[in-house]
């Protein structure tokens, strides 16, 4: 590695020693703590267990398909088949699970997520071997993926027997009061954070987004590992499809998982990744989904009509990005 790549691979520092990213994570955490207290303080009834189960689950399973673009955004990518992704993979998870030849639960989850690493590495093929664009590519399989969830359920929605309910724990059950998808997402951000953060292939997934041609210049193998970060993307996604249909037992094709790409991608935007590529923080993706999912239940909580959500989601996206704007070039200014 070259001092060039190496420098390029750190975010810049402000002058007190703290670094862009620290402070948009902060602000963002600031934010999720005055969103809650603002409507728990109008609405109590936000803060009940329930509805607290609720928010924790929701937030758990989204920020594993956040977790999963945050990723491939970070080397320098985009996937928009995550939604798509979700609703396809859920149907044939609860197809496996009806299907008398397969009667092993561990056996579907296993098919169900080699699938999707599949198709991980069939983009990462398309777009790094084959030189199309990941927009292009994602797009494509954001329409055929959806299209085929339609066709092989005939457009009708597709639930699993009572009989399966181990499979329904891994969604709905909860332990010490903590639900289980919780415990997932911990399971799987921990390794995933230490993949990113303290490997070399995790380190250069960042330099390769930060500068392509300097990691390709210095032998990174860019490629490979830009594959590696599709793959990545889809095994989280079929981990939060799983826990989705698991969750809510059925699965219908026509809106299962819509805009799913653009809760992904507007979480990890909130959580300091910056679509360029080359910087993001994992955690602040979960606290980005966290934002997301108190918007949806204050929308509720709040009287609003829940028309507005996705226009209350995207005024919270641009005034928290443009306060970070202004707290960064008042730093870097001073």
């Known amino acids: 590695m070259t001092d060039e790549l190496t420098t390029e691979n750190h975010v810049p520092n402000t002058s007190s020693g703290w670094s ?13 703590a005055v969103m809650i207290v603002t409507t728990s303080f109008v609405d109590p009834n936000f803060l009940t267990p329930g509805s607290l189960r609720s928010v924790l689950r929701d937030t758990a399973i ?27 993979l859920g149907v044939v998870a609860t197809m496996l699970l009806n299907s ?36 292009l590519v994602t797009l494509c399989s954001l329409l055929i993926f959806r299209g085929l969830a339609r066709v092989i359920t005939n457009d009708k929605t597709v639930s699993y027997s009572s009989e399966h309910e181990l499979f329904e724990t891994l969604g709905s059950g909860a332990w010490l009061g903590i639900p289980i998808p919780v415990f997932i997402l911990i399971a799987a951000l921990c390794p995933l954070a230490v993949f990113m953060h303290w490997t070399i292939p995790g380190r250069y997934l960042y330099a390769i987004g930060f500068n392509v041609d300097a990691a390709r210049f210095s032998g990174v193998r860019v490629n490979l590992l830009r594959t590696v970060s599709y793959i990545l993307c889809a095994i989280m996604t079929a981990l939060a499809a799983l826990l989705e249909a ?51 239940s204050a929308v509720i909580f709040l009287g609003i009509n829940t028309y507005w959500t996705f226009t209350v989601t995207g005024i919270v996206l641009l005034t928290a990005v443009l306060i970070d704007s202004l707290v960064r070039h008042q730093r870097r200014s001073s």
Not at 66 to 86: C, E, F, N
Not at 118 to 131: D, K, M, S, T
Not at 248 to 263: D, F, I, K, Q, R
């Open 62 to 88: 989204w920020s594993l398909f956040a977790l999963g673009q945050a990723v491939v955004i970070i080397a320098g990518g985009i996937d928009l088949s995550v939604g798509s992704m979700i609703c396809f």
């Open 246 to 296: 698991s969750h809510v037992v059925s699965v219908t094709p026509s809106n299962a998982g819509l805009a799913y790409e653009m809760y992904g991608i507007t979480g990890a935007v909130l959580g300091g990744c910056a679509l360029r590529g080359g910087r993001g923080s994992l955690l602040g993706v979960v606290i980005g989904m966290a934002i997301l999912r108190v918007i949806k």
């Open 100 to 135: 008398p030849a397969v009667n092993s639960l561990m056996l579907m989850l296993f098919s169900v997520i080699a699938l999707a690493a599949a198709v991980g590495a069939i983009h990462g093929i398309l777009v790094c071997f084959a030189r199309l664009q990941p927009f």
């Open 20 to 32: 862009d990213l620290t402070i948009q994570v902060a602000v963002m955490l600031s934010l999720l």
